[in-house]
T-cell receptor
């Protein structure tokens, strides 16, 4: 089996600050995703990447940048943290082109902006 | 684009009873419908899925029913146990994208009362 590791688990930032979240997977999966989870809402896709150096915008990409420099890692940057923002960011990966679309999720990174 | 909705925010059942969580979708061409479970303080993990070439799929105590005409699918859990308590998310893929690019419902919190 594999694992997805997200760092940091908790991130506290100041308004206007640039903040970066990192994700590593050892499944050897091609596709990786960043989702945002807000309390009482479903997950919303921010960015995804189907291979190394590929980036695709999701439904919520404004205010974020992403980077896929290696197959195993996918990072997300909040370009300017919003005051009182609080959300959990979930990284996931999947095998592309397989018969299953099953996503494997990391434990999440919880962001709090003071 | 695809819209996935779960209208039950919370569902309470007594231990041993059955639970049914419903989900609707908008895109007639959708063909893959997974369910994910999120236990308190943890990340999401895949539980079961169904493809549009069948209308029923069972795995132990879990059954997924798909009604393509009504654009509705449901998760049935029989003989509920306290460890079934969690938030359940349904999802459907953005048509034309990789299967992993999922749109999620807002989640239904299942509470199993001992």
């Amino acid at each position: 089996g594999g694992i997805i590791t997200q760092t940091p688990k908790f991130l506290i930032g100041q308004e206007g600050q640039k903040l970066t979240l990192k994700c590593q997977q050892n499944f050897n999966h091609d596709t990786m995703y960043w989702y945002r989870q807000d309390s009482g809402k479903g997950l919303r896709l921010i960015y995804y990447s189907i291979t190394e150096n590929d980036l695709q915008k999701g439904d919520l990409s404004e205010g974020y940048d992403a980077s896929r420099e290696k197959k195993s890692s996918f990072s997300l940057t909040v370009t300017s943290a919003q005051k009182n923002e609080m959300a959990v960011f979930l990284c996931a990966s999947s095998i592309s082109g397989a018969n299953t679309g099953q996503l494997y999720f990391g434990e999440g990174s919880k962001l709090t902006v003071l | 684009g695809e819209k996935v909705e779960q209208h039950q925010s919370t569902l309470s059942v007594r231990e041993g009873d059955s639970a049914v969580i419903n989900c609707t979708y908008t895109d007639t061409a959708s063909s893959y419908f997974p369910w994910y479970k999120q236990e308190a303080g943890k990340s999401l993990h895949f539980v079961i899925d169904i493809r549009s070439n069948v209308d029923r799929k069972q795995s132990q105590r879990l059954t997924v029913l798909l009604d393509k005409k009504a654009k509705r699918f449901s998760l049935h859990i029989t003989a509920t146990q306290p460890e079934d308590s969690a938030i359940y998310f349904c999802a459907a893929p953005l048509v034309g994208s990789a299967l992993g690019r999922l749109h999620f419902g807002a989640g239904t919190q299942l509470i199993v009362i001992p």
